[in-house]
T-cell receptor, first 115, second 110 residues
C-alpha cells in the first residue's frame, strides 16, 4: 500500500459543484501539503499544515479550503468548482524530525476536470 | 513566491551533460531536488542545507550557493532513465513551507 494515498484518482465535475479531494498518510508525518500542477507553472502551493491545529494558506488558496481531520488526513475542498481549477492535484507529507532531511513524499495525484 | 528554474526544457543525446538552475529572491534554508516521470508523482533526489554544499546521487549532483540564493543540478553522462521533469523546492528562514519551482523538462534521446 502507498504511504500517501489520494482519493479519487480522477474526477470530472460540473461548474458550481462542491468537491472534496482526500489525502491520507501512514508515514506518521506532521507536515502535509496540497499542490496543483499545471503545464508550464510547475507545482504551486495551495495550503499547508504543520500539525493538526495548524492551517496555512499557500500562494494560490483562493477558491479552496482545507481540513486537517487528524495527523494522517488532510482534505482539500473546492466550494464551487470552476473550469480554471482543472489541474493535477498532489498531496505531500514531510517531517524534519524523521531522518536527516525534510524530504517530501507525494501521493499519486488526483486529476480533476471541471466542465 | 516560486523559485525560478532555467531552462524550461532541454533535449540531450544520451551521454551528454546538463545543468538545471534554480534561483530565489529570498534567503534560503534549504534546496530540494525532485524528478517526476510522466504520469507519476515527483520523487526526491537530494537536499542541500548549507551554503556551498554539494551532494551527489549516482551521476547526478547539485550545488547550493547561499550568497546568491541559487542551486544548480548537474546531470553527467545522461542516461535515458534521466528523462522527466525536474523540480527544485525551497524552504526559507522563518517559514519552512516547501515551495516548488516551475520545473525543467529534460528529454534524453538515444
Amino acid at each position: 500500500d502507498a504511504d500517501v494515498t489520494q482519493t479519487p484518482r480522477n474526477r470530472i465535475t460540473k461548474t458550481g459543484k462542491r468537491i472534496m479531494l482526500e489525502c491520507s498518510q501512514t508515514k506518521g508525518h506532521d507536515r502535509m501539503y496540497w499542490y496543483r500542477q499545471d503545464p508550464g507553472l510547475g507545482l504551486r502551493l495551495i495550503y499547508y499544515s504543520f500539525d493538526v491545529k495548524d492551517i496555512n494558506k499557500g500562494e494560490i488558496s483562493d477558491g479552496y479550503s482545507v481540513s486537517r481531520q487528524a495527523q494522517a488526513k488532510f482534505s482539500l475542498s473546492l466550494e464551487s468548482a470552476i473550469p480554471n481549477q482543472t489541474a493535477l492535484y498532489f498531496c505531500a507529507t514531510s517531517d524534519p524530525r524523521q531522518g536527516a532531511s525534510n524530504e517530501a513524499f507525494f501521493g499519486q495525484g488526483t486529476r480533476l476536470t471541471v466542465v | 513566491q516560486q523559485p525560478v528554474q532555467s531552462p524550461q526544457a532541454v533535449i540531450l543525446r544520451e551521454g551528454e551533460d546538463a545543468v538545471i538552475n534554480c534561483s530565489s529572491s529570498k534567503a534560503l534554508y534549504s534546496v530540494h531536488w525532485y524528478r517526476q516521470k510522466h504520469g507519476e508523482a515527483p520523487v526526491f533526489l537530494m537536499i542541500l542545507l548549507k551554503g556551498g554544499e554539494q551532494k551527489g546521487h549516482e551521476k547526478i549532483s547539485a550545488s547550493f550557493n547561499e550568497k546568491k540564493q541559487q542551486s544548480s543540478l548537474y546531470l553527467t553522462a545522461s542516461q535515458l532513465s534521466y528523462s522527466g521533469t525536474y523540480f527544485c523546492g525551497t524552504e526559507t528562514f522563518g517559514n519552512e513551507k516547501l515551495t516548488f519551482g516551475t520545473g525543467t523538462r529534460l528529454t534524453i534521446i538515444p
